[in-house]
């Protein structure tokens, strides 16, 4: 005999969107009907299973003395009840849909409140939640209202006729898992609760329902063409546009068109007999044509972001400030694009997007990506008792975000396969809003897109898709291409993103890429710094898989960011120091250049001399122009010179300060003079020691001890790095994932055996074998050491022998300096990090720091820090010149200590500074999720030879 001794949660498990919930409309803010935020403190009680609680606590009078509080909008898990888990694309909860498991954390939440005393008694009442994970029944004062899914979408309730003017009690029972949870496999926490506000709004009679605002540009007239639809008639007024017309009536005026570069938006109002709404309307076409995406009758170029709403102790829960400090980064960072990756955001967020001025591919909150390990079997896209929730996704995200200029393009979603119900949400959303394309990556024959899109397409493939040699359906090869992801930002890096972007400029068909992705998500945490999967015990997780992005968990620009700003900056400049020009060429697509202002600098040996404006004309887009630098200032004396030109903003703007940089470029003049030493000294042999010039080293096994009056540990080869996210590779890349490679060639415990030390007349030779155990590969190394009296110069010779197949992680000398050395001085690249493949932003002048700021803080500590192209160094006593130029890093851990290291909070300084001055060092990729590092980047085993010259700074 088996019987349920209930049957009201069955919601839960039923693939229905959900029931009693009015049709989704258009979100928007009144300007004069009265509104009540319900976000606050509730009181919230955590079961383990749907069903463990009656649902007496809805009712009045109930009594929650005893309940906890959680903040809302909020995450329960985030605020001491239960745990966070993170999975990238496996369920977490066994596939076996729509059910899901007993074990379901609901949270039953509470609010009481009072109807202000302004309330007005007329018209109708909505109550709204803006986004609840993943399930939710309501109650108010008593009544069963309705239940919903669909967790980053809105919900509205009509509940006018259940209020009270005091002592009213809303009640939601929110459940972690429902049917809604396969639909939303998305690569992130799962994070339960009600995370978005809720309100309640007055709805006036004769107010505003919905309305659909269209808003069009025609580039050929200059002229806008404005449209109001509106559920109730009224009448449209955009005074600086001198129209007044009644909804559903169109206006054509000459106006300034809204693009992400000059984001012009007309303030309006819509007025019905009950209601004002105000509008801002922004002009502007959007278009297939000639095989182009096309705004405004121009092809754009995407230099977007994937953005999930982080925050690192809100979780999902941003504020407005959170997400105005994201569209401000993204801005001042040359970002032009967002993929709301990958459901709606807070709507807010849209409004920024408008007024800012960001290109934005809107994403349905649907992903399914955990049906791929069943080969795709049972996939609700593709089963039509899932359809009407996907069509009330889709309606959902359409219906609410249809009247902002910045939505450019849907998305149906991410990785959920393919299946009719797909193809049914588009032809819905192309019934709905002919105005916009559409987009989905896993639509590899582009049925149902308007767009090709990959995402990790490597350098090679994303040059034959420029090329149209890629094949593909004949649809799919008459459609332009974007990469929805690529240069997966996951610890160091992403690398080769200035490669992909020459590729971009290179190709009309490829419309650009957006970064995978926008912000770490780690989770504030006490332990750890920063959590990351894994550390809330959960049984199964993908580690740090989940900091991946161009900010830190804190917002902190990490160097991927920094170098995607130069890589995407939106004026091109370069020159040749000879003729004493620039070729500046304007990139934007539709701005001019006179928001800019030039300048001028010119350094020598890294300092600055003198600095000036530069005259560029206010070049349209994609013109160029060749601009005269002024003459040399200064005789330089053999001296390497150099000009660096900037582009600054001429005037503040919304997003930046006048003077924030925009682009630069730097051009060299006279190369630097190689580090001369005269040899002078020769090595002396004093018992145990061994002297030469101002060195000291030990007779034995002539390892340097001392530089006048620094000790040093032991300058030897070193060959290790702490491998990065991208070294490491993910577990379905190839099997050329170098990290493991090295790991098992066993490069991290590499042996120095000691050949010889010999005494020459002018030199000291040191000849060393440096190898692993259990391999016949090797490096022969040769240290050889000479001297003009008070410098000291190393010069160290490698020739590999056996079959090397890997790259290696690194090569130069590793030192130990004292732990007091504190302050670096170098002349370089800077200010921050480079490796081969992400040093486009390095800069090179004098720069300064301390040990403490040269480390980036990834969240999973591994390699990091190298300064690219550093000519001298200064630090703890000594000065360090190279010849050629290397790469220099400085820490006060071990690179073994570094590569231990799970968490931040693992690493404590010793007393020991670390010094890595390499001749060479890997590339870096993106192989985490996407290419290793490309062969001109790779460090190749071969034969080399490097120097560097000591010397005691004296004072
Ligand atoms: C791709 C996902 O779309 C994204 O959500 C994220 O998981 C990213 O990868 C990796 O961080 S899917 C992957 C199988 C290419």
């Known amino acids: 005999m088996s019987f349920r001794t209930t049957t009201s949660i069955d919601y839960v498990e039923n693939v229905s969107p959900g029931s009693g919930a009015l049709p989704p409309r258009a979100w928007y803010a009144s300007s004069d009907s009265t509104s009540l935020s319900l976000n606050g403190n509730w009181c919230f009680r955590l079961s383990a299973t749907a069903d463990a609680e009656d649902d007496s606590f809805a009712e009045e009078g109930y009594d929650a003395g005893d309940w906890a509080e959680v903040s809302v909008p909020g995450h329960w898990v985030l605020q001491g009840h239960g745990a966070p888990i993170y999975t990238n694309h496996l369920y977490p909860f066994p596939v076996d849909p729509p059910r899901v498991p007993t074990e379901n954390p609901t949270g039953d939440h509470l609010r009481f409140f009072d109807l202000p005393s302004d309330w007005p008694s007329d018209g109708g009442v909505v109550l709204r939640f803006d986004g609840v994970e993943s399930c939710a029944r309501v109650w108010l004062n008593g009544t069963d209202i309705g239940e919903f899914k669909g967790s980053r979408l809105p919900h509205e309730f009509a509940v006018g006729h259940l209020l009270k003017p005091s002592g009213n009690v809303l009640a939601v029972r929110v459940h972690q898992w429902s049917a809604g949870s396969y639909l939303e496999d998305q690569d992130q926490w799962w994070l339960p609760g009600i995370f978005r506000d809720v309100t309640l709004l007055h709805r006036p009679a004769g107010g505003v329902l919905d309305f659909f605002v269209h808003a069009s540009y025609d580039h050929v007239t200059g002229e806008g063409t404005l449209r109001v639809d509106s559920d109730v008639d009224g009448r449209v007024t955009l005074p600086a546009l001198d129209i007044d017309v009644a909804t559903g009536e169109t206006a054509t005026v000459a106006v300034r068109p809204w693009t992400a570069e000059v984001p012009h938006l007309y303030d309006g109002v819509l007025a019905t007999e009950g209601e004002r709404v105000p509008l801002r309307i922004g002009f502007r076409t959007v278009e297939l044509a000639d095989g182009l995406i096309k705004v405004n009758g121009k092809a754009v170029l995407f230099k977007g972001v994937n953005r999930h709403e982080w925050h690192p102790e809100k979780g999902r829960a941003l504020d407005l400030e959170t997400m105005r400090e994201d569209v401000l980064l993204m801005k001042r960072h040359n970002i032009n694009a967002v993929r709301t990756s990958h459901y709606p955001p807070h709507p807010a967020f849209l409004d920024l997007c408008d007024e800012y001025g960001l290109w934005v591919i809107d994403e349905c909150d649907l992903e399914t990506h955990g049906f791929t390990e069943q080969a795709w079997r049972d996939n609700p896209v593709d089963n039509e008792r899932w359809t009407p929730a996907l069509l009330d996704r889709a309606a959902r995200m359409v219906e609410r975000d249809k009247n902002h200029p910045s939505v450019v393009i849907w998305s149906l979603g991410n990785e959920a396969g393919t299946g009719r119900g797909l193809t049914a949400m588009a032809e819905w959303i192309r019934g709905r809003d002919g105005s916009r394309l559409i987009h989905y990556e896993g639509d590899i024959n582009c049925r149902d897109t308007d767009m090709y899109a990959r995402m990790y397409a490597d350098h090679a493939e994303v040059e034959r898709i420029g090329r149209g040699l890629d094949g593909g359906s004949l649809k799919r090869r008459h459609l332009p291409f974007i990469l929805c992801e690529y240069g997966h930002a996951m610890g160091n890096g992403p690398g080769g993103i200035a490669d992909y972007q020459r590729l971009f400029e290179s190709y009309d068909r490829i419309q650009g890429g957006f970064i995978w992705e926008w912000i770490d998500h780690g989770i504030k945490d006490e332990r750890y710094g920063f959590a990351y999967g894994g550390d809330f015990g959960e049984e199964l997780h993908d580690g740090n898989f989940v900091c991946d992005g161009l900010l830190f968990p804190d917002r902190t620009p990490s160097p991927g960011l920094v170098e995607y700003k130069k890589v995407i900056e939106p004026v091109r400049m370069a020159g040749e120091g000879a003729d004493g020009t620039v070729r500046v060429t304007n990139a934007y697509d539709f701005a001019d250049l006179s928001a800019l202002a030039f300048e001028w600098s010119y350094q020598v040996d890294g300092e600055t001399v003198e600095t000036g404006a530069l005259t560029v004309p206010a070049l349209g887009p994609g013109e160029s122009a060749e601009v005269k630098l002024p003459t040399p200032p200064a005789d330089a004396h053999g001296a390497e010179t150099q000009w660096t030109v900037r582009a600054v903003l001429a005037a503040g703007t919304a997003w930046a300060p006048q003077g924030h940089e925009v682009a630069w470029t730097q051009i060299p003049v006279d190369e630097r003079p190689l580090a001369r030493m005269v040899q002078s000294d020769g090595p002396v042999l004093g018992g145990r020691r061994i002297t030469l010039g101002p060195a000291s080293f030990d007779a034995r096994t002539g390892a340097l001890n001392t530089i006048g009056g620094v000790d040093v540990t032991g300058p030897r080869l070193d060959v290790w790095r702490a491998p990065t ?191 890595n001055l390499d001749h060479g060092q890997q590339g870096i990729g993106s192989q985490s999720c996407g290419p290793g590092a490309l062969p001109q980047y790779q460090l190749r085993a071969a034969p080399a030879e490097f120097s560097f010259v000591f010397s005691e700074i004296h004072g």
């Not at 120095?752 to 030390?757: E, M, T």
């Not at 001085?825 to 040269?854: I, M, Q």
């Open 725 to 915: 996210d991208n070294d490491n590779g993910a577990h379905w890349q190839p099997d050329e994932r170098y990290g493991l490679l090295w790991r098992k060639l066993g490069l991290h415990r590499m042996r120095h055996r000691l050949n010889a030390v010999e005494l020459g007349d002018d030199a000291l030779t040191v000849r060393t074998r440096v190898a692993p155990a259990a391999w016949e590969v090797g490096l022969r190394t040769v240290y050889r050491w000479t001297s003009d009296g008070t410098r000291l110069r190393l010069t160290v010779s490698v020739a590999p022998e056996g079959d090397w197949t890997l790259p290696l992680p690194r090569l130069g000398i590793r030192l130990g300096l004292s732990g007091s050395a504190d302050r670096v001085k170098w002349f370089g690249g800077g200010p921050g990090e480079g490796y081969p493949d992400t040093k486009s932003a390095s800069r090179v002048a004098r720069w300064d720091s301390t040990v403490d700021a040269l480390q980036t803080p990834y969240v999973r500590p591994q390699e990091n820090g190298a300064r690219a192209d550093v000519r001298w160094a200064e630090i703890g006593g000594l000065r360090v010149e190279g010849d050629p130029s290397f790469w220099f890093t400085a820490r006060r851990w071990t690179t073994e200590q570094l590569d231990a290291a799970e968490h931040l909070t693992d690493l404590a300084p010793g007393d020991t500074v670390w010094v």
